[in-house]
């Protein structure tokens, strides 16, 4: 028996003066709780119970070591339950990483909505377009956009990120618009990346995949800077729906090539894997799930216009 178990039992025999009577308490054979008392005995090089016929009374050492024992039990309890909550109440606080335009355009007014029902947790929101292993950076949640590498983590899907190419009416009305994926390599693109190179761009032709390379005028790692040099005329742009969704519906920008849009992307949140999943990071990605679904708003732009 370790010493905790065999602390336990000291604690029933005194407050129950039988040995039977603490091992029925404990569920164990009355020898078992005998011998851990013994144990603690022989550690301690001291006498902790007097045995008699008709009951088992502490000794002075043995009620000493006794109160001491109800303390430390008590606390380990109350350690425990209070473990136990996190996992079963959401508290503490809840650290989410999340790429910077989704995180600005929709993440953050989320989850002012999700903390006005949860006054005990708190929230770190870091926002970054730089993939991150969220195990090093200590991230309860880190939300990425695209198919999840292969790694240890769990991958739950949130909601569809659809891409879409996009002008503005005045770009198209100087440059012409493209009846066919091909007929981009004649026009000014903004691309999500590093460098202004030859890209390529994955869409569909007839119904198949298709890859065109296109000519970059203007490369960013932000989609809200591509975004607004679109707005401005300077080419056209790959991206997010939930970034040019609402310039979609305003009319501020024209949706290109419609019928040859890109394969959609998925919003994933990433967590580590843990039989017990602390209930401020369960309820956080139930709540996005439920909040953004399978028709997220930022995709009404059709119907708004």
């Known amino acids: 028996m370790d010493k905790l178990d065999a602390m336990r039992a000291l604690v029933k025999v005194v407050a129950s003066g039988s040995y039977a009577e603490a091992a029925r308490r404990l569920g164990l054979t009355r020898s078992a709780v005998s011998k851990g008392v013994m144990e603690l005995e022989q550690a301690l090089g001291a006498r902790l119970l007097d045995r008699t016929t008709r009951r088992v009374t502490p000794t002075e050492a043995g009620l000493a070591y006794y109160e001491r024992c109800v303390s430390i039990l008590s606390q380990i309890e109350e350690t425990e339950a209070q473990v136990s909550r996190l996992h079963d109440e959401p508290k503490g606080i809840l650290k989410v990483n999340a790429p910077m335009s989704f995180g600005f355009l929709y993440l953050g007014k989320a989850i002012a909505d999700f903390m006005t029902r949860f006054d005990d947790l708190k929230v770190e929101l870091i926002l970054t377009d730089?993939?991150?292993?969220?195990?090093?950076?200590?991230?309860?949640?880190?939300?990425?956009?695209?198919?999840?590498?292969?790694?240890?983590?769990?991958?739950?899907?949130?909601?569809?990120?659809?891409?879409?190419?996009?002008?503005?009416?005045?770009?198209?009305?100087?440059?012409?618009?493209?009846?066919?994926?091909?007929?981009?390599?004649d026009?000014?693109?903004?691309?999500?990346?590093?460098?202004?190179?030859?890209?390529?761009?994955?869409?569909?032709?007839?119904?198949?995949?298709?890859?065109?390379?296109?000519?970059?005028?203007?490369?960013?790692?932000?989609?809200?800077?591509?975004?607004?040099?679109a707005?401005?005329?300077?080419?056209?742009?790959?991206?997010?729906?939930?970034?040019?969704?609402?310039?979609?519906?305003?009319?501020?920008?024209?949706?290109?090539?419609?019928?040859?849009?890109?394969?959609?992307?998925?919003?994933?949140?990433?967590?580590?894997?843990?039989?017990?999943?602390?209930?401020?990071?369960?309820?956080?990605?139930?709540?996005?799930?439920?909040?953004?679904?399978?028709?997220?708003?930022?995709?009404?732009?059709?119907?708004?216009?």
């Open 231 to 305: 707005v401005q005329g300077i080419g056209i742009a790959n991206l997010p729906t939930f970034i040019v969704g609402a310039d979609i519906a305003a009319g501020r920008l024209t949706l290109v090539l419609p019928d040859n849009r890109p394969a959609d992307l998925t919003i994933h949140a990433l967590y580590a894997p843990n039989r017990y999943l602390a209930a401020k990071t369960r309820v956080f990605i139930d709540f996005l799930v439920d909040r953004f679904g399978k028709t997220p708003s930022w995709d009404n732009f059709e119907s708004e216009r």
């Open 187 to 229: 026009h000014r693109c903004l691309s999500y990346g590093h460098t202004t190179s030859m890209q390529r761009w994955h869409l569909t032709d007839k119904g198949q995949p298709t890859s065109i390379a296109i000519g970059s005028c203007l490369s960013s790692n932000n989609g809200d800077v591509l975004r607004d040099a």
């Open 130 to 185: 730089r993939f991150i292993d969220p195990l090093e950076e200590g991230a309860d949640v880190t939300l990425r956009i695209g198919t999840p590498a292969d790694s240890s983590l769990i991958a739950r899907r949130i909601a569809p990120a659809r891409l879409a190419l996009v002008a503005s009416p005045d770009y198209l009305a100087k440059h012409g618009t493209p009846e066919t994926p091909a007929d981009l390599i």
